[in-house]
């Protein structure tokens, strides 16, 4: 079982994607002004007033003042209600085509899961991202079929007028994740927390840690030296300096 941002994926949250829906948002609504749209000078005040709002948002959730949750509801409000989820989806799978790209997808994670999923090991990604990022990605890098359980946010739609318009991102997962383990994973396959191996990167994930044995828990290559500090001395994780410390490790 693995979180995904900060885990497989090398950023923390999903500031980056968002940052790329706002602007590619903000330069379509640019464009229809120019072409006398002046309906767009209102997405245009929305999306100026969100970029204000989730910064500030930001910077008290890295603070630890904020939960994600409200970090997102600006972001709900201001940039997703109301518009097109094909265009918008089209601008996530952009993302995370870029990112297997960049090479910002840990793929010795995904390599060491799937050495394991092979020998029969159930699978699982619990995320607070998005669905379709996270589908798209391991689609790019031939993973489609490597997880059994995929439990992550996602968008939530609504038809007007014949097409389909946002109204936001759900926050399921968010300070759920326990919970997600023990009602999705381990009561489907009949399961024991003995039986878990987890990869987890941040302070998320220390549920989980608390459910698991010493040793089930791994913090992965991408995280903080912080946390990987704090992660193995309160939890007794396994934190692998390279990729053969870690299979070795699950063998």
């Known amino acids: 079982m693995s979180d995904w941002n900060g885990t497989i994926l090398k950023y923390p949250t999903d500031e980056n994607q968002n940052k790329k829906i706002a602007y590619t948002l903000l330069n379509n609504a640019k464009s229809k002004i120019k072409k006398g749209n002046l309906f767009a000078l209102r997405d245009l005040g929305q999306l100026i007033l969100a970029e204000r709002e989730l910064k500030k948002c930001f910077e008290k959730y890295q603070k630890k003042e904020l939960p994600l ?7 709900n409000k201001r940039v997703l209600y109301g518009k097109g989820y094909k265009f918008v989806r089209n601008v996530i799978n952009q993302f995370a085509d870029d990112c297997v790209s960049k090479g910002d ?3 010795r994670i995904l390599d060491s899961i799937s050495l394991a999923h092979k020998h029969g090991s159930k699978t699982g990604i619990l995320s607070t991202s998005n669905d379709i990022a996270i589908h798209r990605t391991l689609i790019r890098l031939n993973f489609e079929n490597l997880f059994d359980v995929i439990e992550s946010n996602s968008l939530v739609t609504r038809y007007i007028k014949g097409e389909r318009k946002l109204v936001g991102f759900t926050f399921n ?3 759920r994740k326990p919970e997600y383990l023990e009602t999705r994973f381990l009561r489907r396959y009949n399961l024991k927390e003995k039986d878990v191996i987890y990869f987890g990167d ?3 994930d220390i549920g989980i840690a ?3 044995p010493a040793g089930n828990f791994i913090v ?3 995280a903080t030296d912080e946390f990987r500090e704090f992660a193995t001395k309160r939890f007794g994780a396994f934190a692998p300096d ?3 410390d870690l299979d070795f490790y699950l063998k």
């Open 69 to 75: 949750q409200e970090v997102y509801e600006p972001f």
């Open 105 to 107: 997808v840990d793929k």
């Open 173 to 175: 997962i968010n300070n």
């Open 202 to 204: 941040s302070v998320d």
């Open 210 to 212: 608390d459910m698991l």
């Open 220 to 222: 992965p290559f991408l």
């Open 242 to 244: 390279t990729k053969e």
